[in-house]
């Protein structure tokens, strides 16, 4: 029998666990994921958020480890992405008179496009509240974070913030809460969950936190991975570091290679910046995620870019990343940031100026210019390499 987990008074998780989780969306979770969900046991009884659809039968059990799923008065829909909404039709079924509250109107427009409109939908907005009893639940959007249809429900009487995709991580434990699993581990898979999904939405999380700024938050209650109760300020305090999209002195070198000579040349400016005295990671595409390579981007002031010239372009590794990075970049681009692009080529050095182009339009500075190499890597050109980014730096 799976049990639920009383997490304030009346209030329990209720969710999945995906331990199996592996990729979401082409980001790898290692450490799998869960889907949150609530049950508040109040006059009328509301579940906030559902789950993936396989996981259905996981949550009805917990919720039936507490009442009849039946008693269910209302469904609170933070998001309509699936692994939220998911299991909407199955709690439908066994809670039939439940009203569905989303958020108005691309929560409302969302979820009859999943699920059709033979339920009663609550449309609310920015400010609305719902009455359950001694609770009085309140609603703020959260547009772009990090869909259109996104929000968050607070409950004042539990000073429980129901924060849906902010402050959450992909990470399975039979641990449920921040203090539980360890700050380190879990603000690193904070930073991760927010680098690959949440980033290139950064300036609407600036304005949810402003919307946010006068709640009496005690806790945090995400819809992945474990409840904050001991650690609220430090994650309120990481999400406002990194929205602000304010570069560190921190430099990330990305590659691949065909015969070595881009490698040396990272190898290069991985050493050029260790000289200038800027802390620096170096990453092989062929051994290295671009999900975990993400995570380093988004602290880093310097990102270069290496790729030779393979079939008059750039690799497809590298080109996958920079793909992936443009997806991620946040509208407006990336202010105080440098792009690197560099590479080497034989008769044509499109490889590097592909890559070139694609920082540029991810929003990066090229202050450097394309730094390229012709043919084998030599002594006087890694060099020459060397010197003309700690020229680049001010060295």
């Known amino acids: 029998m799976l049990r639920a987990l009383e997490i304030k008074p009346d209030v329990y ?160 434990s039979s641990k449920h809460f921040d203090d539980e699993v360890g700050l380190p581990e879990v603000l690193a898979q904070a930073k991760k969950y927010y680098a690959n999904i949440v980033m290139p939405y950064s300036r609407h999380v600036v304005r949810a936190l402003g919307a946010l700024a006068d709640a009496d938050i005690d806790m945090i209650a995400p819809s992945h991975g474990v409840i904050w109760r001991s650690h609220v300020p430090e994650i309120m305090a990481e999400y406002a570091r990194w929205s ?25 400016i991985v050493e050029a910046f260790i000289e200038a005295g800027t802390p620096t990671r170096l990453f092989d595409l062929k051994a290295n995620h671009i999900s975990d390579i993400m995570t380093e981007v988004l602290p880093a002031k310097y990102v270069a870019v290496g790729s030779p010239t393979l079939n008059n372009g750039m690799m497809p590794t590298v080109a996958a990343f920079l793909c992936y990075l443009k997806g991620l970049s946040p509208k407006g681009g990336w202010p105080g940031r440098v792009g690197i692009p560099f590479g080497s080529f034989g008769w044509g050095k499109n490889g590097p100026d592909e890559v070139a182009e694609s920082l540029e339009k991810c929003g990066f500075d090229l202050a450097f210019g394309t730094l390229t190499h012709q043919w084998t890597e030599d002594e006087e050109g890694l060099g020459q390499l060397h010197e003309a980014v700690l020229a680049g730096l001010g060295r």
């Not at 199996?20 to 799998?32: A, K, L, Q, S, V």
């Not at 396989?54 to 507490?66: K, M, N, V, W």
């Not at 990330?252 to 070595?260: G, I, L």
């Open 244 to 268: 602000s999209l304010e570069p560190e002195e921190y430099a990330v070198v990305v590659y691949d290679s065909m015969w070595h000579t881009t490698e040396a040349m990272a190898h290069q």
């Open 13 to 172: 998780w209720v969710g999945g666990i995906d331990w199996n989780e592996r990729n979401f969306h082409g980001y790898t979770t290692d450490r799998g994921s869960t889907y949150n969900a609530y049950l508040i046991l109040d006059e009328h009884v509301t579940l906030i958020d559902t789950c993936k659809p396989e996981f259905a039968d996981e949550l009805i059990e917990r919720i039936s480890d507490i009442i009849d799923p039946a008693r269910i008065e209302y469904v609170v829909s933070n998001h309509v992405e699936q692994d939220h909404s998911g299991a909407i039709p199955a709690i439908m079924e066994r809670a039939p008179h439940a009203k569905i509250v989303t958020s108005s109107p691309h929560g409302l427009k969302g979820l009859a496009a999943h699920y059709g409109d033979a339920y009663e939908y609550v449309s609310v907005k920015t400010g609305d509240i719902l009455c359950i009893g001694k609770r009085t639940l309140t609603f703020t959007a959260t547009v772009m974070v990090h869909w259109p249809d996104n929000m968050v429900t607070y409950s004042p009487h539990d000073k429980i913030l129901f924060s849906n995709d902010a402050f959450g991580q992909h990470f399975a």
